[in-house]
T-cell receptor, first 115, second 118 residues
Framework: KQEVTQIPAALSVPEGENLVLNCSFT??????LQWFRQDPGKGLTSLLL?????REQTSGRLNASLDKSSGRSTLYIAASQPGDSATYLC??????????????FGQGTILTVHP | DAGVIQSPRHEVTEMGQEVTLRCKPISGHDYLFWYRQTMMRGLELLIYFNNNVPIDDSGMPEDRFSAKMPNASFSTLKIQPSEPRDSAVYFC????????????????FGQGTRLTVV
């Protein structure tokens, strides 16, 4: 059974810092890994998707890396801003066995960026 | 495309009543997922469909929950009878298969239905 863990559970930083959020997964048989953002009381917004054959993806100040063999991904946020405050979730798409096609989430990292 | 559309956005019902949540996936997507989100348990996958067929319903908490996908453009999640512990936000998501075949394999979420059972 695929299990996804995110560290840290919460993070509070001053504006301008560069941040690293971590995601690990137990089953390396995945199609892709996706990072989402969720604002309080809102739905999930997709930030980045990394296919299993890729090592990283970039969008603006966000950079996500994937090491499938070791079951790890990191989301790097450069020059953080108060508007980045949200919960960040990672999810993996299973490619084998009982997890085929399944989208499994971690518990999320609650990020607070204060001015 | 308008994205994944869920209805209603909010539902308040009395314990014991039947509740039906609705989802319209993005046109052309083969996969549809139902999740429940609470503060205590985070995002839990309840059930997911591929080409309208349920693939894994092991996350459905008990027999009071049922889900159907009668066609490619509509799915329902029903709770009968509802209980206060069912209060949560229910999300629907859709995507192409993970293999992609050259298509964008991102999963897209609806805005959710906030269910309160009193």
């Amino acid at each position: 059974k695929q299990e996804v863990t995110q560290i840290p559970a919460a993070l509070s930083v001053p504006e301008g810092e560069n941040l690293v959020l971590n995601c690990s997964f137990t089953d390396s048989a995945i199609y892709n890994l996706q990072w989402f953002r969720q604002d309080p009381g809102k739905g999930l917004t997709s930030l980045l998707l990394i296919q299993s054959s890729q090592r990283e993806q970039t969008s603006g100040r966000l950079n996500a890396s994937l090491d499938k063999s070791s079951g790890r991904s990191t989301l790097y946020i450069a020059a953080s801003q108060p508007g980045d405050s949200a919960t960040y979730l990672c999810a993996v798409r299973g490619a084998g066995g009982t997890s085929y096609g399944k989208l499994t989430f971690g518990q999320g990292t609650i990020l607070t960026v204060h001015p | 495309d308008a994205g994944v559309i869920q209805s209603p956005r909010h539902e308040v019902t009395e314990m014991g009543q039947e509740v039906t949540l609705r989802c319209k996936p993005i046109s052309g997507h083969d996969y549809l997922f139902w999740y429940r989100q609470t503060m205590m348990r985070g995002l839990e996958l309840l059930i997911y469909f591929n080409n309208n067929v349920p693939i894994d319903d092991s996350g459905m908490p008990e027999d009071r929950f049922s889900a159907k996908m009668p066609n490619a453009s509509f799915s329902t999640l029903k709770i009968q009878p509802s209980e206060p512990r069912d209060s949560a936000v229910y999300f629907c998501a859709s995507s192409f298969p993970g293999t992609g075949f050259g298509r964008n394999t991102e999963a897209f979420f609806g805005q959710g239905t906030r269910l309160t059972v009193v």
